[in-house]
T-cell receptor, first 115, second 112 residues
Framework: GDSVTQMEGPVTLSEEAFLTINCTYT??????LFWYVQYPGEGLQLLLK?????DKGSNKGFEATYRKETTSFHLEKGSVQVSDSAVYFC??????????????FGKGTLLTVNP | NAGVTQTPKFQVLKTGQSMTLQCAQD?????MYWYRQDPGMGLRLIYY???????DKGEVPNGYNVSRLNKREFSLRLESAAPSQTSVYFC???????????FGSGTRLTVV
C-alpha cells in the first residue's frame, strides 16, 4: 500500500536558519504530494502541493519539488521564523481529486524555531 | 466562521462507555473524513464518506462506526470505548475536484 516516510524530529533551529524536512514516498501509481502544517492546538492546514513530476509547490516561503526519480518531496525554507514552529506532515493521494480521494500522511516532524 | 466544526473539544470516558463525536461543515463539500492522531503515528484514516449516503472503511476502522446524516454532518461513534482509543480525533472535508482538506480543530478523547 501507499506510505510516506519523513524525517524523525524534533528539529530545533535558530531564527533565519535554513530548513529541510525530508519526505519520501511509496505508491503504486502516480500520486499527488502535499505538505500540511499543524500549529499548536489546531487542525492541519494545507501548506503546498504538487500534482506531477518536477512541479514545485510553494507558499509562505516554503518550497517542495516533486522528484519522481527519487520518490521524494522534501520541504525547504531559506530563513525560518519563530512563527514557523509547528508540526509538518508530508502526505500523498493516488486519486486526483476524484470520489475515492483520501490522503495518507507521514508521522509528522515537530519544528521549533528559537529567537 | 465557515469551516468544519467538531464537538466536543474534550471528553473523558470510562472503559465500556459509548459516545458520538459530531462533525459538521458548512462549505457544501461532498467528501468527509475521520482521522485519529497519535504520538509517533501521524494521522490514520478511520472512515470516510465520498458523498452523501456512502461510507467506507479506512486504515483503522475497528471499534468505530460512522453515519453520514446528510451532506453537512458526519458523526463517529464509539460503541464500547477502550483505552486504545485514547487519541485526538480530526474531522475533515473536501470539495469534489479539490486536493486540499479543510480540518476541524479536533476532539481530544481520553478513555480511562
Amino acid at each position: 500500500g501507499d506510505s510516506v516516510t519523513q524525517m524523525e524530529g524534533p528539529v530545533t533551529l535558530s531564527e533565519e536558519a535554513f530548513l529541510t524536512i525530508n519526505c519520501t514516498y511509496t505508491a503504486t501509481g502516480y500520486p499527488s504530494l502535499f505538505w500540511y502544517v499543524q500549529y499548536p492546538g489546531e487542525g492541519l492546514q494545507l501548506l503546498l502541493k504538487a500534482t506531477k513530476a518536477d512541479d514545485k509547490g510553494s507558499n509562505k516561503g516554503f518550497e517542495a519539488t516533486y522528484r519522481k526519480e527519487t520518490t521524494s518531496f522534501h520541504l525547504e525554507k531559506g530563513s525560518v521564523q519563530v512563527s514557523d514552529s509547528a508540526v509538518y506532515f508530508c502526505a500523498l493521494s493516488e486519486d486526483g481529486g476524484g470520489s475515492n480521494y483520501k490522503l495518507t500522511f507521514g508521522k509528522g516532524t515537530l519544528l521549533t524555531v528559537n529567537p | 466562521n465557515a469551516g468544519v466544526t467538531q464537538t466536543p473539544k474534550f471528553q473523558v470516558l470510562k472503559t465500556g462507555q459509548s459516545m458520538t463525536l459530531q462533525c459538521a461543515q458548512d462549505m457544501n463539500h461532498n467528501s468527509m473524513y475521520w482521522y485519529r492522531q497519535d504520538p509517533g503515528m501521524g494521522l490514520r484514516l478511520i472512515y470516510y464518506s465520498a458523498s452523501e449516503g456512502t461510507t467506507d472503511k479506512g486504515e483503522v476502522p475497528n471499534g468505530y462506526n460512522v453515519s453520514r446524516l446528510n451532506k453537512r454532518e458526519f458523526s463517529l461513534r464509539l460503541e464500547s470505548a477502550a483505552p486504545s482509543q485514547t487519541s485526538v480525533y480530526f474531522c475533515a472535508s473536501r470539495r469534489q475536484g479539490d486536493y486540499g482538506y479543510t480540518f476541524g480543530s479536533g476532539t481530544r478523547l481520553t478513555v480511562v
